[in-house]
């Protein structure tokens, strides 16, 4: 049997490393049931968005949701 897929959104992507409950519990559930995945578009966009903060954090979180994914 082939494993379920399921694509991530940017908007759980921006919120997970921020800690934001919902979406860290909503990723967690889905983790259990599915392969996750993103977009080659939603991965650029959360590194641009890492990277115009201006701040290493943001781009550190970034970089970790690569090995995730």
């Given at each position: 049997?082939?494993?379920?897929?399921?694509?991530?959104?940017?908007?759980?992507?921006?919120?997970?490393?921020r800690g934001r409950r919902e979406a860290v519990d909503h990723i967690h559930r889905l983790e259990e049931a599915a392969v996750l995945s993103t977009t080659s578009?939603?991965?650029?966009?959360?590194?641009?968005?890492?990277y115009k903060s201006g701040r290493e954090k943001n781009v550190e979180n970034?970089?970790?949701?690569?090995?995730?994914?």
């Open positions: 049997m082939e494993a379920r897929r399921v694509c991530l959104g940017f908007d759980v992507l921006i919120d997970y490393p578009i939603n991965a650029f966009k959360v590194y641009y968005e890492a970034a970089k970790g949701l690569r090995g995730s994914l």
